[in-house]
C-alpha cells in the first residue's frame, strides 16, 4: 500500500485482547496502549472502523453450554459484552484525544447509535473511528463475520486482525517449537487446511468480495502502522 492517504481499514480485536493478563474483564493499560496505536492511524489520514469481540466477558457458545441458556440468548448475551468492551473502547480513545462513535446492530438510544452504513462511511471521511457493536445483530453469527461484513459495507482496503502472533502458522507457535509461519495464504488454504485465521464464515464472505485478511501481533508498538504502510515483514496475508 503505497499511500496512507485515505486509506480505509477494519481493525478486528478479541475480547480477551482487552482483559490483559487477568483473562476476564478489561485491563485499563491495554486500552491506552490500543488507544495510542489507533490514534497514530488517525493521524496518518487513515480511516479507521473497529469491531472487537466480547470473550472477555462471556461468549454465547459458552454460555449456552450447560443447557439453561438457549444458544439465541447465549448469544445476544455476548452482544451485549460487545457493547460494553466498545464503550470502553470509545472512552480510551477519547480520552487520548480521538474523535469516536460507537454503532450498535442493535438498537439503544441512550449508549450508542444505531448502525447506519451511510452514517457509518461518513463519520469515517470526518476522521471519526468507528466502532462497530453487536456484532451483526443476529445469532449464530461469530464477530469475525461482523467484522468482515462491516468491512465490506464500508469499502474498507483490508481486514486487519489483531493477535499475540507475527502472523498466521500452521500450527500453534506457543504450543509447537516446529511451527511454520505462512507469509501469504489463498483464501481457500485457509478453509480447507482448516487454519485457524478467522471462522470459515468470514474467509468465504471475504473471499467473494477479495477483501485482503491480515494478521498481526497487536503488541508490536507501531506494528499496526508499519503494515499500512507497506511493510508486511511482521505479519501474514489471505488473499
Do not use: W
Not at 205 to 227: C, E, Q
Amino acid at each position: 500500500m503505497e499511500d496512507t492517504k485515505r486509506k480505509r481499514i477494519l481493525v478486528k480485536f478479541s475480547g480477551e485482547a482487552l482483559a490483559g493478563s487477568g483473562g476476564f474483564g478489561i485491563d485499563s493499560d491495554i486500552l491506552k496502549y490500543i488507544a495510542g496505536e489507533i490514534r497514530s492511524l488517525t493521524e496518518h489520514n487513515i480511516e479507521v472502523g473497529i469491531v472487537i469481540g466480547g470473550g472477555n466477558i462471556i461468549r454465547g457458545v459458552s454460555a449456552a453450554k450447560g443447557g439453561i441458556i438457549k444458544r439465541t440468548s447465549g448469544d445476544y448475551m455476548g452482544m451485549l459484552a460487545t457493547v460494553i468492551n466498545s464503550i470502553a473502547m470509545q472512552e480510551a480513545l477519547e480520552n487520548s484525544g480521538v474523535d469516536v462513535r460507537v454503532q450498535s446492530a442493535i438498537k439503544m438510544e441512550q449508549i450508542c447509535e444505531t448502525f447506519i452504513v451511510r452514517r457509518a462511511i461518513r463519520h469515517l471521511e470526518k476522521n471519526r473511528v468507528v466502532i462497530f457493536a453487536s456484532g451483526t445483530g443476529n445469532p449464530f453469527f461469530t464477530t469475525d463475520t461482523a467484522a468482515t461484513l462491516r468491512a465490506i459495507e464500508i469499502n474498507a482496503n483490508m481486514i486487519i486482525k489483531a493477535t499475540k502472533v507475527d502472523g498466521i502458522y500452521d500450527k500453534d507457535p506457543n504450543k509447537f517449537q516446529n511451527a511454520k509461519k505462512l507469509n501469504t495464504l489463498s483464501y481457500e488454504c485457509a478453509m480447507n487446511d482448516d487454519i485457524k485465521v478467522m471462522d470459515d464464515t468470514s474467509i468465504a464472505l471475504a473471499k467473494d468480495n477479495n477483501l485482503p485478511i491480515v494478521v498481526f501481533n497487536m503488541f508490536n508498538k507501531g506494528n499496526l502502522l508499519s503494515i499500512i504502510q507497506g511493510d508486511y515483514s511482521a505479519c501474514s496475508i489471505v488473499k
